[in-house]
């Protein structure tokens, strides 16, 4: 981010909080990055017609996205209803294909996977979707929540 005008430390001009740099930090954005992503886009079709359905315009639900994830990082998307963080989620795990752009994991074109190559690299990535309680049981601690995945694939 770039921010005209002076600021105490750990603050910008804007008045929004930036993160205090310490080692960790430091050590996390020397490493190469574990999600790579440039140029993301899903475009989902409007079509005309019942037999003979044409193509008249697109529903740009994910258009131009580029990130890089480092290993220890963890990223929230928020945004209004409708916006794309549900499609975006889906287009990065791979259970949506991309109408454009590149999606790595650790080095690796996730589109280019399938089979057990695929499974692989959604066990190591997670989706909270935008209502918890559809996604996280409440009666469980943070703890169990976590561990959870690890019970199920001890490997």
């Known amino acids: 981010m770039t921010v005209e005008g002076t600021a105490p430390h750990g603050s910008s001009a804007l008045g929004v909080a930036e993160p205090e740099e310490t080692a960790f930090t430091q050590e996390v954005r020397r490493g190469e990055p574990i999600l790579e992503v440039r140029d993301l886009v899903k475009h989902f079709p409007l079509t005309q017609g019942v037999l003979l359905k044409k193509q008249v315009g697109a529903v740009k639900a ?21 916006c794309g963080k549900s499609t975006l989620a889906k287009v990065l795990m791979n259970l949506e294909p991309a109408t454009g752009g590149s999606v790595k994991y650790k080095g690796e074109e996730i589109s280019r996977l399938s089979g057990a190559a695929l ?37």
């Open 119 to 155: 499974k692989s690299v959604r066990r190591n990535i997670q989706m909270v979707f935008q209502d918890p309680y559809t996604s996280l049981n409440p009666r469980m601690t943070v703890g169990d929540i976590i561990g959870e995945p690890f019970e199920i694939h001890p490997e």
């Open 62 to 82: 994910v258009d131009g996205v580029s990130f890089d994830l480092m290993q220890g990082e963890t990223l929230g998307v928020v945004g209004e209803s409708g």
